[in-house]
C-alpha cells in the first residue's frame, strides 16, 4: 500500500472543502429561491365568483390572472367535478386551500 504524501493530503482536503463549500452555497439559495415563491404567493390577492365550473376551469382562471402554473395528477385531483366558488382579495394560498378542502 502505498503511502499519501503531505502534499497530496492536503490537495485532497483542500478539494472537499470546495465541494462542501459549493453544496451549502446552492442548498443555501434553493432555500432562499423557495422562500420567495411562497410569499409572492401570499401577496397575490384575487376576487372571482364562478357557479357550476370545473376545477380545472377555476384553476386555469387563477393562472391566467396571476401567471402562476398548476400541475397535478389526475388520479390525485377530480379536476372535471363542478364547483361553486367566490374568493374576495384572497391569498393564492387560501384560495387553494379552500378550493381542495386543506
Do not use: P, W
Not at 442548498?27 to 432562499?32: A, E, N, Q
Not at 382562471?61 to 390525485?76: A, L
Amino acid at each position: 500500500m502505498e503511502k499519501v504524501s503531505k502534499n497530496e493530503e492536503r490537495y485532497i482536503f483542500s478539494h472537499l472543502c470546495k465541494v462542501f463549500l459549493a453544496f451549502i452555497l446552492i442548498t443555501g439559495l434553493g432555500i432562499l429561491n423557495g422562500r420567495a415563491d411562497d410569499s409572492h404567493a401570499q401577496e397575490t390577492r384575487l376576487t372571482f365568483s364562478v357557479k357550476n365550473s370545473t376545477v380545472k376551469s377555476v384553476l386555469n382562471r387563477i393562472e391566467k390572472s396571476t401567471g402562476f402554473s398548476f400541475m397535478y395528477e389526475n388520479n390525485v385531483i377530480d379536476v372535471n367535478s363542478k364547483v361553486d366558488f367566490e374568493a374576495k382579495n384572497e391569498s393564492i394560498e387560501s384560495i387553494l386551500e379552500r378550493l381542495f378542502g386543506g
